[in-house]
């Protein structure tokens, strides 16, 4: 991935490319994990805020976005708790409901950049989406996927997802 800061360092780009604006967003970016009309967020650190007049970037973003990333592009101060984030969470549901609908998937994941207010309210921006991500980090997983399958099938939810926690003996 490359990160240009001026028009004339498109000259660097020597392949077909998928432009898109970069905003500066504090160093972190909310993922949700999508299973039907459940969804889990996560923060993940990001690429820190940039000046206009940085030179290009090139790296991996797999090195930058993960949990346990540790970039000199990242912020040093790490990423914040979900709970101290200031953005509704009806927006973002809203938002989700949307792709659903317009991509017409269940199973999917969506990365938000957190905007900086315009007036008195935050701003989402989406910048990606990914089709089928690792699940991993959402608990009760199977418990939702299995909502979601009831839900297609117009069979009653479960109510608990307890069958699904191992017992230890």
């Not at 991935?1 to 500066?24: G, S, Y």
């Not at 979900?82 to 009806?90: A, G, W």
């Not at 991500?133 to 009760?140: K, L």
Request: proline share 5%.
């Amino acid at each position: 991935m490359m990160i240009l800061f001026r028009e004339e360092d498109l000259k660097l780009i020597k392949t077909q490319a998928v432009l898109q604006n970069f905003e500066n967003h504090d160093g972190f970016l909310l993922k949700a994990y999508v299973i039907g009309d459940y969804f889990h967020l996560v923060l993940r650190p990001s690429i820190k805020n940039l000046s206009k007049d940085h030179d290009p970037i090139i790296f991996n973003s797999h090195h930058v976005s993960k949990e346990s990333s540790h970039s000199e592009l990242n912020n040093d101060g790490g990423i914040p708790q979900i709970e101290d984030i200031c953005v509704e969470e009806d927006l973002i549901k809203r938002t989700i409901d949307a792709l659903r609908t317009h991509l017409d998937l269940e199973l999917f994941g969506v990365d938000f950049l957190i905007l900086p207010p315009s007036g008195h309210e935050h701003r989402l921006a989406v910048i990606d989406v990914n089709i089928f991500p690792d699940y991993n980090c959402v608990p009760g997983f199977f418990f939702h996927l299995e909502n979601l399958v009831r839900t297609k099938l117009d069979l009653p939810k479960l109510t608990s997802s307890s069958i699904f926690t191992c017992r230890q003996e």
